[in-house]
T-cell receptor, first 114, second 110 residues
């Protein structure tokens, strides 16, 4: 079975541009979460979606948005990119609505803003 | 704001040694998870602990959740080079999010 797949794996963008990151959860998993991991830090929560509804939002500006599609895949959009948005963006899926059972993470998208 | 403090931040040991990584908070968590992350990869779930005082063993790894559910530890016995990686603790922080510590970067030298 395929794990959590994210695309692209690497991306270089210029300040002010917009970016869309994509995530396909494990087949049958209805919950998708997004995390940002800056070098040397632990992942920080951005969004969680379950059954296509937003269930949680972290402390990120409105430039960050996300959505979940009927097939449970998800997109993370970031507008007006800043240098500080450079990070590894991780998608995680779960077959349950509660975070208590843990997540399966993808390998991430490495975003570099120049 | 819920915070998880991990210590030590860096740990370099020889193969065969034992080690303990700590994860502490002033907040109570309903569950706590440990992940291991290798360079260029996402974190991989090792264990979830839910009950205060709970101890779980995974081969040479022993995980403990504090009685008050504010802290946890990871003990590795007879470390091997394959144990090298970034160890992250994460607490269930409400609103369906995980609160991660900064991680402990472990290097096991052959």
């Amino acid at each position: 079975d395929a794990g959590v797949t994210q695309s692209p794996t690497h991306l270089i963008k210029t300040r002010g541009q917009q970016v869309t990151l994509r995530c396909s959860p494990i087949s049958g998993h209805k919950s998708v979460s997004w995390y940002q991991q800056v070098l040397g830090q632990g992942p920080q929560f951005i969004f969680q979606y379950y059954e296509k509804e937003e269930r949680g939002r972290g402390n990120f500006p409105d430039r960050f948005s996300a959505r979940q599609f009927p097939n449970y895949s998800s997109e993370l959009n970031v507008n007006a990119l800043l240098l500080g948005d450079s990070a590894l963006y991780l998608c995680a899926s779960s077959n349950r609505g509660s975070v208590s059972y843990g997540y399966t993470f993808g390998s991430g998208t490495r975003l570099t803003v120049v | 704001t819920q915070l998880l403090e991990q210590s030590p931040q860096f740990l370099s040991i020889q193969e065969g040694e034992n080690l303990t990584v700590y994860c502490n908070s002033s907040s109570v968590f309903s569950s706590l998870q440990w992940y291991r992350q290798e360079p260029g990869e996402g974190p991989v779930l090792l264990v979830t602990v839910v009950t205060g005082g709970e101890v779980k063993k995974l081969k040479r790894l022993t995980f403990q959740f504090g009685d008050a559910r504010k802290d946890s530890s990871l003990h590795i016995t007879a470390a091997q080079p394959g144990d090298t990686g970034l160890y992250l603790c994460a607490g269930e922080g409400g609103s369906e999010k995980l609160v991660f510590g900064k991680g402990t970067k472990l290097t096991v030298n052959p």
